[in-house]
Nanobody, 115 residues
Framework: QGQLVESGGGLVQNGGSATLSCLSSGIDFIRYSFGWYRRPPGKEAELVAIITDRNGTKYAESVEGRFTMTRDNTTKTAYLRMDNLAPADTARYLC?????????WGRGIQVTVSS
């Protein structure tokens, strides 16, 4: 059974940086594409970034140029580097892995950016 565990969230100052990690287990990591989603308080979840099995990336317009998603096939971990954070980035961030019809979700981790 696959599992994703996020880490690296917490309280960050306005304009600061943070890196989220998504550690996977029980899946064939190299086959999967990964995505980071976020759910701001009182709002619907939105896609933040994705990285394919071939390292192609795509970002939401709101984070383009500030966030960078990478993956490490050796450690089976996907990362989201977040720079120049703003209070509008405050949300619960969730990691997702997808390969065909096989989809896994982490429990999410809170990122709060102080104003």
């Amino acid at each position: 059974q696959g599992q994703l565990v996020e880490s690296g969230g917490g309280l960050v100052q306005n304009g600061g940086s943070a890196t989220l990690s998504c550690l996977s287990s029980g899946i064939d990591f190299i086959r999967y594409s990964f995505g980071w989603y976020r759910r701001p308080p009182g709002k619907e979840a939105e896609l933040v970034a994705i990285i394919t099995d071939r390292n192609g990336t795509k970002y939401a317009e709101s984070v383009e140029g500030r966030f960078t998603m990478t993956r490490d096939n050796t450690t089976k971990t996907a990362y989201l580097r977040m720079d120049n954070l703003a209070p509008a980035d405050t949300a619960r961030y969730l990691c997702s892995a997808r390969w065909g019809d096989s989809v896994y979700w982490g429990r999410g981790i809170q990122v709060t950016v102080s104003s």
